[in-house]
């Protein structure tokens, strides 16, 4: 079983669920019950003589207790999210004709905060496989869906009264192949996005499966699609969406009509998502064009730097209004984190640490532990090798709290995510094969204790690579790459993992400065 239970105790013989058993379950567990019918194709009427699903208040929310006697089996949970995991356990222990076997399992997570992040801006995801996604993601108890939906190169969500973000914001005229030093354009339009009534089914799909989905709409970086669409909300820049990986220079202006464009998408957005926590990302925001500015004497601000701070305040608070936090990656803390602001730490694994010591509550996904777009070994047949070696056994041994934290500070991290960024995945078939069977690792990490054992591992891995053959994922074999994995045509840029730390060091210098900072408070 992957994730690994907590407690397994196993006396001998097993049950035959077969096609006459009936399914009987407590007041609330009508919807849990309907999806694992669908997920092992067989009808359990109503009724007592073979399954029981039930609240048991004594277990954790998000836990379970699965006991099969002779006489049947009764799937109990603190929740009803607890009876769900439970089910994905008894889909596990069924497939391939399976019986699951005499004894009991006790099992509870680890974290509150199992998730991963799907980038739908580099590349645009249609809904039915988005849908997909969060069913193989909810299969292997994660329970966050981070949904990365604008970026750069793509604006993927309608927002009423500024059309143009769709019209013009969703779509390139093409698509930089391959890492960006080699500068290869496929000369092809790309582009899509979501209307409200998309998200809200995706929104509705993934809360059956006890999945929160989180938006991102990155601000005041990360806006060239937005600019483009309203040169306006810009500093004098007008052009298209970019097309090439990589940071734009491209930002926001503070003028009343660009924080008016933020509030209006703002407030979209937490009219589709009742997630209590809203992304606005804040990551990679150049300072160049407010180098001048009129903006900051008007403001009254210093100097560029001054910027960003200033102006995530605003939508915090915008956001605090209506009841929400804000959820953004970690240059925040230095550029004006509120107090209530959760974040995704993502630059190595110092910045985990750094928020945990000021405070803020943390998920963990740093990117030489949790990024999927990473190459997964140096096999010449790696399709677009990119960013630092992240195998397997990597993602295995990934824990989400560094062993130098205090009890106390530890406590504030949530839990941790994997990252899906999409520049070289063209098609859901190469997310699967970038995502599994790492996430099956990651899923483990956040789910299980921190004991590892990856040849343990290994061995519940072969027979659940046979469930992922049948849910029709397009995973990575254990061997290696097969010769329809390349992409030729895509070339990579490999980094070694000693060349990204030094990269990291010079990237997290005003964490470090912080660090200091917070330990002589």
Same mark, same amino acid.
């Given at each position: 079983? =992957?994730?690994?239970?907590?407690?397994?105790?196993?006396?001998?013989?097993?049950?035959?669920?077969?096609?006459?058993?009936?399914?009987?379950?407590?007041?609330?567990?009508?919807?849990?019950?309907?999806?694992?019918?669908?997920? $092992?194709?067989?009808?359990?009427?109503?009724?007592?003589?073979?399954?029981?699903?039930? =609240?048991?208040?004594?277990?954790?929310?998000?836990?379970?207790?699965?006991?099969?006697?002779?006489?049947?089996?009764?799937?109990?949970?603190?929740?009803?999210?607890?009876?769900?995991?439970?089910?994905?356990?008894?889909?596990?222990?069924?497939?391939?004709?399976?019986?699951?076997?005499?004894?009991?399992? @006790?099992?509870?997570?680890?974290?509150?905060?199992?998730?991963?992040?799907?980038?739908?801006?580099?590349?645009?995801?249609?809904?039915?496989?988005?849908?997909?996604?969060?069913?193989?993601?909810?299969?292997?108890?994660?329970?966050?869906?981070?949904?990365?939906?604008?970026?750069?190169?793509?604006?993927? =969500?309608?927002?009423?009264?500024?059309?143009?973000?769709?019209?013009?914001?969703?779509?390139?005229?093409?698509?930089?192949?391959?890492?960006?030093?080699?500068?290869?354009?496929?000369?092809?339009?790309?582009?899509?996005?979501?209307?409200?009534?998309?998200?809200?089914? $995706?929104?509705?799909?993934?809360?059956?499966?006890?999945?929160?989905?989180?938006?991102?709409?990155?601000?005041?970086?990360?806006?060239?699609?937005?600019?483009?669409?309203?040169?306006?909300?810009?500093?004098?820049?007008?052009?298209?969406?970019?097309?090439?990986?990589?940071?734009?220079?491209?930002?926001?202006?503070?003028?009343?009509?660009?924080?008016?464009?933020?509030?209006?998408?703002?407030?979209?957005?937490?009219? $589709?998502?009742?997630?209590?926590?809203?992304?606005?990302?804040?990551?990679?925001?150049?300072?160049?064009?407010? @180098?001048?500015?009129?903006?900051?004497?008007?403001?009254?601000?210093?100097?560029?730097?001054?910027?960003?701070?200033?102006?995530?305040?605003?939508?915090?608070?915008?956001?605090?209004?209506?009841?929400?936090?804000?959820?953004?990656?970690?240059?925040?803390?230095?550029?004006?984190?509120?107090?209530?602001?959760?974040?995704?730490?993502?630059?190595?694994?110092?910045?985990?640490?750094?928020?945990?010591?000021?405070?803020?509550?943390?998920?963990?996904?740093?990117?030489?532990?949790?990024?999927?777009?990473?190459?997964?070994?140096?096999?010449?047949?790696?399709?677009?090798?990119?960013?630092?070696?992240?195998?397997?056994?990597?993602?295995?041994?990934?824990?989400? $709290?560094?062993?130098?934290?205090?009890?106390?500070?530890?406590?504030?991290?949530?839990?941790?995510?994997?990252?899906?960024?999409?520049?070289?995945?063209?098609?859901?078939?190469?997310?699967?094969?970038?995502?599994?069977?790492?996430?099956?690792?990651?899923?483990?990490?956040?789910?299980?204790?921190?004991?590892?054992?990856?040849?343990?591992?290994?061995?519940?891995?072969?027979?659940?690579?046979?469930?992922?053959?049948?849910?029709?994922?397009?995973?990575?074999?254990?061997?290696?790459?097969?010769?329809?994995?390349?992409?030729?045509?895509?070339?990579?840029?490999?980094?070694?993992?000693?060349?990204?730390?030094?990269?990291?060091?010079?990237?997290?210098?005003?964490?470090?400065?912080?660090?200091?900072?917070?330990?002589?408070?």
């Amino acid at each position: 079983m =992957i994730p690994r239970p907590t407690s397994e105790q196993f006396t001998g013989g097993s049950f035959a669920l077969g096609p006459g058993a009936r399914l009987a379950f407590d007041e609330g567990l009508g919807a849990v019950a309907d999806r694992l019918r669908d997920a $092992i194709s067989l009808p359990l009427p109503p009724g007592d003589g073979g399954l029981r699903l039930a =609240i048991d208040r004594s277990q954790p929310p998000e836990g379970y207790a699965l006991s099969t006697a002779p006489h049947g089996v009764v799937l109990a949970g603190g929740s009803p999210a607890g009876v769900f995991y439970g089910a994905q356990t008894l889909r596990q222990l069924l497939f391939d004709g399976g019986e699951p076997p005499l004894g009991r399992i @006790v099992d509870a997570p680890r974290f509150r905060w199992r998730g991963v992040m799907l980038d739908v801006a580099r590349h645009f995801m249609p809904v039915p496989d988005v849908l997909r996604f969060i069913d193989l993601a909810a299969f292997h108890k994660l329970n966050v869906l981070h949904l990365h939906l604008t970026d750069d190169q793509g604006w993927r =969500i309608e927002v009423p009264g500024w059309e143009r973000l769709t019209e013009v914001g969703a779509w390139r005229s093409s698509t930089m192949l391959g890492a960006r030093v080699h500068a290869r354009y496929d000369g092809q339009p790309h582009g899509g996005y979501y209307t409200a009534d998309d998200l809200r089914r $995706i929104v509705a799909y993934a809360a059956e499966r006890f999945v929160t989905v989180v938006p991102e709409v990155d601000m005041p970086g990360h806006l060239q699609a937005a600019v483009a669409a309203y040169p306006e909300l810009g500093n004098g820049w007008s052009g298209p969406v970019r097309q090439s990986w990589g940071i734009s220079t491209h930002v926001l202006n503070m003028s009343d009509r660009a924080l008016s464009f933020c509030r209006d998408v703002l407030a979209h957005v937490c009219s $589709i998502f009742p997630s209590e926590l809203i992304g606005i990302g804040g990551d990679e925001c150049p300072v160049d064009e407010w @180098v001048g500015s009129p903006d900051l004497a008007r403001l009254g601000l210093a100097g560029p730097s001054d910027v960003q701070p200033w102006f995530t305040a605003r939508m915090a608070s915008f956001l605090a209004s209506l009841g929400r936090r804000v959820y953004g990656w970690d240059e925040l803390l230095t550029r004006g984190a509120p107090p209530s602001a959760v974040i995704a730490a993502w630059r190595g694994p110092l910045p985990t640490t750094v928020a945990a010591r000021a405070g803020y509550d943390v998920v963990a996904c740093p990117d030489i532990s949790c990024y999927l777009d990473y190459r997964q070994s140096d096999d010449p047949g790696e399709p677009t090798p990119v960013g630092t070696l992240l195998t397997l056994a990597d993602v295995y041994a990934f824990d989400p $709290i560094p062993p130098d934290l205090t009890a106390t500070e530890a406590a504030h991290i949530q839990g941790a995510q994997a990252n899906v960024w999409t520049e070289h995945m063209e098609s859901p078939r190469r997310v699967d094969y970038m995502t599994y069977p790492r996430l099956c690792a990651f899923a483990e990490a956040v789910w299980s204790g921190p004991e590892r054992d990856y040849p343990a591992f290994l061995e519940r891995l072969e027979p659940h690579l046979r469930h992922l053959d049948t849910l029709g994922v397009n995973y990575r074999p254990l061997s290696g790459p097969r010769p329809g994995d390349a992409r030729p045509g895509a070339p990579g840029n490999p980094r070694t993992l000693p060349d990204r730390l030094a990269e990291l060091d010079e990237m997290t210098a005003d964490l470090r400065l912080h660090q200091i900072r917070v330990r002589q408070i």
